[in-house]
């Protein structure tokens, strides 16, 4: 039972001044006035949409609470109450399903009733009026409503479907309250119980005797609401399209430039590691002057320069040191004997016999036994071993020593100490530190033009979204269920762009390591699936933009206020 008690509503003039009534719990019950006394303004007093300036509105009893609509409510207004993106059955549905309430097992017997078998894929946009009409009956019997509102349902038909649509309320009548506010007196005299007149925010009819009665409460069934957030994603595709495929390229970019630069660190660490010097320091004094240097590991810089290898005559000459065990061999072994020698890998290819000749003061014959693993450095270099060195004294240099190990070091400050290797690695060390201040700024920048951009596509959508929003709540829709909705639809968005951009950046990386050379050199270390090291970075800036794309669409919940639902609805009307 429906009541309203000492109910007043002003806008521009009075719409209800102190009105109590009570409508009876089931019945046909036709509404007439004026046109702008008032009618519509009724109902969304009457549905608890609109709160009244002044009194209550109470059903059994109650004062209406914020389930009610949800839960015992159907709202048919004369355009649009339909979501675009759902079909009919969808739409049928989502009345039961926003209110938690079993009963979606009657469906086909109410579809075979109401005769709209045929429609149940269709998209709302490929109904007539008059199928509109009874998809919206169709929802209201579904859900079971205890008052079914309508709003000129007949308005926009003609005759024949007119008569249709009055004869499924009359129906519906024998088990709800069916309130409807039509214009054409008529209609509404041949099928209404009763017609209460609307005059100078007056109600004029007969009011009901309050006979309260206990509704028992609805089966509750939960159901989850996000394949609706992914049938809506999917419906407006064509306009997030370029907004996706613009943040994909954006996103592949910013991955594949943070990997490049992990790639870059780790190949440097992995060549210092296994550089053959990494750990020979070159010792010397400040003043250059001769000294000499004893101890474990430390032996007189061999002058290499005083001569060349007669087929490579640019190469670089070392001797090995002591310890070699970081070494590692491409293929072939260590030398042996003074005559052997290893090559690095980069020679390798242009190395036509294994024999080759050192031109010092006489040509010497050395035989190449290995070759040396390259990483990120690449130094076409001959490494002789200790031995040579020991047959070629007259080249060993008495102001610079070659001290293997850190701790061998001399501690004075007057000698120069230096490592190639380690200087080296500083370098591009350097270089990989500007080029993460730089991509740094890079993604700063894109990230917040991006990000702007999402803002202003998620700002249209949701303006042009803004009847569907309030339709929906007229539905019975909660504003903490549409934010959930407006969350999940800028997550399905997030997800999908992360996952193509994870996928991009992949098919790049596969791309690249066809090109062996630059993989050779650079050894990208692309995880996109977070399996290895680095996937915890990926796994968080997954997370991070996913909860951002979120909470971005999310924000578009602010145009569609509480409060402004009723103005959304009559814009449209
Ligand atoms: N939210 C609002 N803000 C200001 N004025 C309003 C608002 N809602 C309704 N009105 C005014 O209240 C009056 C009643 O409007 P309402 O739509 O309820 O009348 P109605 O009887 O349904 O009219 P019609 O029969 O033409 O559909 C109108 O003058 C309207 O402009």
Redesign the pocket.
Known sequence: MLEMRHVSQR??KD?LIDQSYIFPSIGFIGIV?A???????LLYILSGLLKPDQGEIYFNNVPLDQDFLAKHVTFIRQNNDMIASLNVEDNIEIGCKIANLSGLEKLPGIVYQLDIKRCLKKYPSALSVGQRKRVSIARSLLKASDVILCDEPTGALHQEAGHEVMQMLKKASSQALVLI?S?DEDLLKTYCDEIVILENGRLKGTTHEAHYEIIPERKKKHYSLLPYAIKEVMFRAKRLISLICFQIILLSCLLFMVEGLHGLNFAINQSVEHAPLKNVYLVSRKDQEDFRLTGSHIRPHFQSEYGTISQFPETMIDVLPENHRHIVLKSGRMPEKENECLISSSLESKLKKKNVTYMLDKAISLQVVGVVQEYFFRHPTFYLPDQFTNQHQEYLSSSIYEVEGKVNLPKDSQYVVTNDVLQEKENYEELVRMGKLVGSLFIVISLFTSLSLMKIVFQSIALARKLENAILMTLGMKFRQLIIRFFEEGMIIGTLIILMSYLCCYGIREYIHTMTDFIKTYHFQLTPFVIFYNGDFYLAVAFIYILLVGIMDARGIRYVKKNEI??IL?EED
């Open positions: 806008f521009e719409i006035g046109s702008g006394c008032g009618k519509t303004t506010v214009h009723v103005d009559r």
